[in-house]
């Protein structure tokens, strides 16, 4: 299952970031690593990008980027 | 006493605060220029504290240091380069484990780090505990509290620095990245040293571990200095992370990424000091109605009408002041000095195209006043949330959206703006499209000829320019996209931060410097630009080459008045009429005229004279100047766009098309000098010119199409 599935308030673990070059490289320094645990916080109001809560901060993304991140459903 | 010097830079995740702890530490003290070869603002200041000369430099606010934008990669490279002494780096207390994320990687530079926990009383509040000094000994770096709105800590913070200065700094804790990766790190650093491998001023180690991590700038660098070799350190870096991806089933910079965030992680459960993720803050209350999926865009849309206004109907009034203020200094200049040529150059020059410069200065202080209130508050990085979906279609970013707006308003500020994008695509697409959004001073030339021309429609004729703008702006946007800005726009992960009430200082501090930048370089460039224009339109100056005897014209209407043959209004109305003539001459003999003759064959298939060609031309000092140029060569004195014997005889003169032409090209072709002038400090002279040529020819082109075709049909 991938990010860009889940609605608001469901939550996650990360399983995998897939992809590569700089959205890969962003998605690591941002803290986005296996095992982390994701909250879906909210979408904005034209359907993307979406606002996720991961170690404590805000992190929106589109769901393009989202579709980077394979996730265990909590 | 010689004072003894500190150079410290000053690192930090974007919203961390940093800019408000260099405010409390440099005070007035500030220079502001741009790092060598980029347009990355670098900002520095020094305080003499304690003997000590404290030099501080502003590196760009960052989340890490790998070569992911242009400011990560000037950060690095300042710290490598620069060797700064001491890096504080200033950390959002709130937000613990992904600040600490840049400091480990500084503290891999091997470099001396000071943690600046910046809001840490908020914090406290929060019932969040942190033990300061465990966590210090962990991470094997000095911390210091702070709370930069209050102006709180600043003085540990020096005090910190120098002793760290005088101890001549401890290294910071080495954090391990595994037994495998450091293996592999020891191979390469062994590889690196053995074939003496050229790496300026980087240390073996750190080189190995950026070049597991793929890091591209490294590559690159090493590649330049190290032709000979360099095809078998790649080959022997490639075999480490094969190897390393067949043993630990993952790529070699997510291991790495995640050793970091781990001994963080594990630092921060040791103090106690985890993170929790449940809580519901005031600024989620305060997103629940800002980002609404209902209320969102029509707050986003009520709140940028709001600011649209303030920037525009209050800057009004001043710019009302000192369009007075320079009409008066005109006059007194034009009392004071006999007339002539001296006079001429600083009235109609000088007084003229500068003060048609330095009469936006309200717009553009007001703006970046809006601009640094909705940065500082944390509601910018919402604007770009809620526009993104609509930008992106268009291959701009949900930032674009913002400076579009302003570009109705005037392209200047809008060029300014555009630099709260971070990618430098997208800041140069949207700086190349937002010259199709109409500016205000193109408004004039629209009234002037839709007037002329479409009497009863005329606000319709106009708006439909306005949409013409935009749709243009969307196709230059998508053919950029695809040719010169190749690939997707830049990926949209990004913070939303916590929202925050801006300081009155870092407001103001922010808006006077934007707006002391405008000032003096568009200032400077636009001084030179009008005496030349000036000098166009002066010279050859005409002499005795008029074409019928003007002097005699005169003496004779003077005779006639004074005969009583003609009455005092007829006498005034034929004066005016010969000097008109004589005005109109003066001008076709003048560089310029010779120029809009020679350049009409390239404007006749647009249906263009040498009077539009001109008109045109003049244009490019300023939008609006075009009407006074048109006024000029239909000798009005005091025209203006509501003029109606000038718009009866353009009326006359051309058909619709040709009027209506004359509005799109009006429309297409780059603002004006000052906007160049700006285009090139924001982007440099490349993307300038190309600006320039690719606006002219769009211009022409359109223009063409639409007369040839639309004759076909009149």
């Not at chain 2, 309200?362 to 970046?368: A, G, Q, T, Y």
């Not at chain 2, 050859?540 to 008045?561: C, H, M």
Request: aromatic fraction near 10%.
């Amino acid at each position: 299952m991938r990010l860009n599935e889940l609605k608001p308030k469901e939550s996650c673990r990360i399983i995998k970031i897939h992809g590569s070059g700089t959205t890969f490289r962003r998605l690591l320094d941002m803290g986005c690593l296996r095992g982390e645990k994701i909250i879906v916080s909210k979408v904005a109001p034209l359907g993307d990008p979406m606002d996720i809560i991961i170690r404590g901060y805000h992190l929106s993304l589109r769901k393009n980027e989202a579709k980077e991140i394979e996730i265990e459903k909590l | 006493m010689e004072k003894k010097e500190i150079t410290v830079a000053l690192a930090g995740n974007p919203n961390s605060g940093k800019t408000t702890i260099f405010n409390n530490i440099t005070g007035s003290r500030q220079h502001v220029g741009n790092y060598p070869g980029v347009t990355v603002e670098k900002k520095s200041g020094d305080v003499i504290y304690k003997g000590y000369k404290i030099n501080v430099v502003d590196l760009p606010g960052t989340y890490s240091l790998t070569a992911y934008s242009e400011d990560e990669i000037v950060a690095r490279n300042y710290i490598i380069n620069e060797k700064p002494d001491i890096v504080v780096d200033v950390i959002d207390a709130s937000n613990l484990e992904r600040n600490l994320y840049l400091a480990v990687q500084i503290m891999e530079l091997g470099i001396p780090v000071i943690l600046a926990f910046n809001m840490a009383d908020i914090v406290k509040q929060c019932g969040l505990v942190i033990n300061i000094s465990q966590l210090s000994d962990l991470l094997g770096t000095p911390i210091v509290e702070t709370t930069g709105f209050k102006n709180k800590g600043t003085k540990e913070l020096l005090d910190e620095i120098i002793k760290l200065k005088e101890n001549e700094g401890k290294s910071p804790y080495k954090i391990k990245y595994g037994e495998e990766v450091e293996n592999e790190i020891d191979r390469i650093s062994r590889i690196i040293i053995d074939k003496k491998i050229i790496l300026k001023n980087l240390n073996p180690g750190w080189v190995s571990l950026k070049l597991l991590e793929e890091d591209m700038e490294i590559k690159n660098q090493l590649q330049k200095e190290n032709e000979a070799v360099f095809p078998f350190l790649e080959n022997e870096v490639n075999k480490s992370i094969n190897h390393l991806k067949n043993i630990l089933r993952d790529n070699p910079s997510t291991i790495i990424a995640d050793a970091r965030y781990g001994f963080i992680k594990g630092a921060l459960t040791e103090t106690h000091c985890e993170t929790e993720i449940e809580k519901v803050t005031a600024s989620e209350k305060i997103d629940r109605v800002l980002t609404n999926r209902i209320a969102g865009l029509p707050i986003f849309g009520l709140l940028m009408w709001l600011m649209f206004q303030f920037v525009f109907k209050v800057g009004a009034y001043p710019m009302e002041w000192i369009d007075t203020g320079f009409s008066r200094l005109a006059d007194l200049v034009s009392n004071v000095i006999p007339a002539g040529l001296i006079k001429s150059l600083l009235v109609d020059g000088i007084i003229g195209g500068v003060g048609g410069v330095i009469i936006f200065t309200p717009n553009i202080i007001l703006l970046f006043l809006c601009i640094a209130v909705l940065e500082d508050s944390g509601y910018m990085a919402r604007v770009a949330f809620v526009m993104d979906q609509i930008m992106h279609r268009i291959g701009l970013h949900g930032k674009s959206f913002i400076p579009m707006l302003i570009g109705f308003g005037c392209t200047i500020p809008a060029y300014m703006g555009s630099r709260i994008l971070d990618d430098k695509k997208d800041r140069l697409i949207t700086m190349h499209v937002n010259t199709f959004m109409s500016c205000g001073a193109r408004l004039p030339v629209y009234i002037l000829f839709a007037g002329a021309f479409f009497s009863q429609r005329a606000g319709n004729v106009v708006f439909s320019i306005y949409v013409i703008g935009i749709i243009v702006a969307v196709l230059v946007a998508k053919l950029l996209r695809v040719t010169r800005f190749k690939g997707e726009s830049s990926p949209f992960v990004m913070e939303l931060p916590s929202y925050r009430i801006p300081t009155l200082k870092s407001v103001l501090l922010h808006t006077w410097e934007r707006t002391w930048l405008y000032l003096k370089k568009a200032g400077t460039i636009i001084l030179g630009i009008s005496i030349i224009m000036w000098i166009l339109f002066t010279f050859p100056a005409i002499g005795a080459n008029y074409s019928t005897d003007y002097e005699a014209e005169i003496a004779g209407v003077e005779a006639s008045f004074e005969a009583g043959s003609l009455s005092e209004e007829d006498y005034k109305a034929a004066l005016t009429e010969i000097e008109a003539k004589m005005g109109m001459e003066e001008l076709e003999y003048s560089a310029a005229g010779r120029i809009g003759r020679f350049i009409e064959p390239v404007f006749k298939p647009l249906g263009f004279d040498w009077k539009l060609a001109i008109a045109s031309l003049s244009g490019i000092a300023a939008k609006e100047v075009i009407v006074s140029t048109m006024g000029t060569l239909y000798s009005i004195q005091e025209a203006d766009e509501e003029t109606e014997t000038l718009r009866e005889k353009i009326a006359n003169d051309y058909s619709p098309l040709k009027g209506y032409n004359f509005m799109l090209f009006t429309l297409l072709y780059f603002p004006c000098m000052a906007g160049m002038a700006v285009f090139r400090r924001e982007a440099g002279w490349k993307e300038m010119w190309l600006q320039v040529g690719f606006t002219l020819l769009l211009a022409w082109v359109v223009s063409l199409i639409v007369f040839q075709v639309g004759s076909l049909f009149v």
